[in-house]
């Protein structure tokens, strides 16, 4: 089992800046990525920003040059810099762990979700 515990979300004004935290602990072995999501009540869950073992990044249309992925491996922590925040950006973040083990094949795991909300 793998842990993911989200932290940094808030309330921010436009054009203001937040900083995502995801650390991750258990069976963190295997890892294939993380990623970030976000969700907005009636909406589906989409994508934000992923990044991957080798640390290769890519990002949604819709936040490009203003998010960064990043990663401390050393502390099993994702983050995501979020800035240049639009209203649009309101929703709940979630972190997501994709995990391959030759014992229990393709794994998945979400954290619990932290809210950003973008207004003045």
């Known amino acids: 089992q793998v842990q993911l515990v989200e932290s940094g979300g808030g309330l921010v004004q436009p054009g203001g800046s937040l900083r995502l935290s995801c650390a991750a602990s258990g069976n963190i072995f295997g890892i294939l990525g993380m990623a970030w999501y976000r969700q907005v009540p009636g909406k589906q869950r989409e994508l934000v920003a992923d990044?991957?073992?080798?640390?290769?990044?890519d990002y949604a249309d819709s936040v490009k040059d203003r998010f960064t992925i990043s990663r401390d491996n050393a502390k099993n922590t994702v983050y995501l810099q979020m800035n240049s925040l639009k209203p649009e950006d309101t929703a709940f973040y979630y972190c997501?762990?994709?995990?391959?083990?030759?014992?229990?094949?393709?794994?998945?795991?979400w954290g619990q979700g932290t809210h950003v909300t973008v207004s003045s």
């Open positions: 990044i991957t073992s080798g640390g290769s990044t």
């Open positions: 997501n762990l994709k995990q391959y083990l030759a014992t229990l094949g393709h794994r998945e795991y």
